[in-house]
């Protein structure tokens, strides 16, 4: 029976941190994506002295990211955010387009992101570059 119990003892130990990080993974939405894309960005223009360019698609949640410098333009990533299915991004344009440029400035549109975790507002500060988040 003390076998047992210690077996249990170590297989909880192994187990309860992996899960305790999986509910923590589940709280993260679109939102919270698109929030740290364009945070990554704009912290690519500022260390890496270029124009930063985010294009985005509302509605499928594909992304691409370029870059504007002495040494010409190219893409740095592409790739998706995660849309589940209670979750959407509403603009009246097209296409989102963000510009970050080396001093921290930038401009950008405005995107209301609808999700689990409730209806937020993104605009960026074209002072200082940083996502403002604005629960609705």
């Known amino acids: 029976m003390t076998t047992v119990l210690a077996v249990l003892a170590v297989s909880a130990l192994i187990v309860l941190p992996q899960w305790l990080r999986m509910n923590d993974a589940s709280d993260r939405d679109s939102t919270d994506a698109l929030l740290q894309l364009l945070r990554e960005s704009r912290a690519l223009a500022i260390t890496a002295r270029q124009v930063v360019h985010v294009h985005l698609d509302p509605v499928s949640g594909i992304y691409r990211v370029d870059t504007t410098g002495v040494s010409g333009t190219g893409p740095v990533t592409d790739g998706v955010l995660p849309l589940g299915a209670l979750e959407s991004a509403e603009t009246d344009r ?43």
Do not use: C, E
Not at 97 to 109: I, Q
């Open 94 to 136: 097209n296409r989102l387009h963000y510009v970050f440029r080396p001093s921290g400035a930038a401009s950008g549109d405005t995107v209301l992101m609808r999700g689990q975790n409730g209806a937020r507002l993104i605009t960026i500060d074209p002072w200082d570059g940083k996502t403002v988040v604005h629960a609705r």
